[in-house]
């Protein structure tokens, strides 16, 4: 279906561009208008603070528990070479006291050994020791 041109489709389609322009033209006036009007601006003064007061929080907070924990592990070292020192006081004593045990052993031992060695001299050689004994007094 071919439609033809008509003068009242041309008058139309004339009315409704001359609306359309108009709309068109309107819209732009308005953001124009809009555009260019006077603003106040407003700073938001109390959001700044609360951000700066924020901030200043959250850097304390990090400065005392990085020190805590500084402080903290100076600390556990401390502990920890407290409790090396006091084993090493007590392997000390320990070898100390074995070392005494063992002399008291080997004590014990050497005068065994030098009791089962050692003679005593028969009383058949006694006449012959006291002229020794004498002739040295001599």
């Not at 700073?43 to 700066?52: D, E, K, P, V, Y």
Request: aromatic letters at 6%; charged letters at 20%; glycine letters at 4%.
């Amino acid at each position: 279906m071919i439609f033809k041109r008509t003068e009242s489709v041309e008058v139309v389609e004339a009315g409704l561009e001359d609306v359309l322009r108009n709309f068109r033209s309107s819209v732009h006036a308005w953001s124009q208008a809009e555009f260019t009007r006077p603003r106040a601006i407003v700073l938001a003064q109390h959001h700044r603070i609360w951000r700066s007061a924020t901030a200043w929080a959250l850097g304390c907070v990090l400065a005392s528990g990085s020190m805590s924990i500084g402080l903290y592990q100076h600390q556990h070292r401390e502990q920890l070479a407290r409790i090396a020192a006091q084993r090493a006081a007590q392997e000390r004593q320990m070898a100390a006291a074995q070392a005494a045990a063992q002399r008291i052993e080997d004590g014990k031992l050497m005068a065994a050994v030098d009791k089962d060695v050692s003679q005593e001299v028969p009383s058949a050689m006694e006449p012959l020791a006291q002229l020794m004994d004498e002739g040295a007094n001599q």
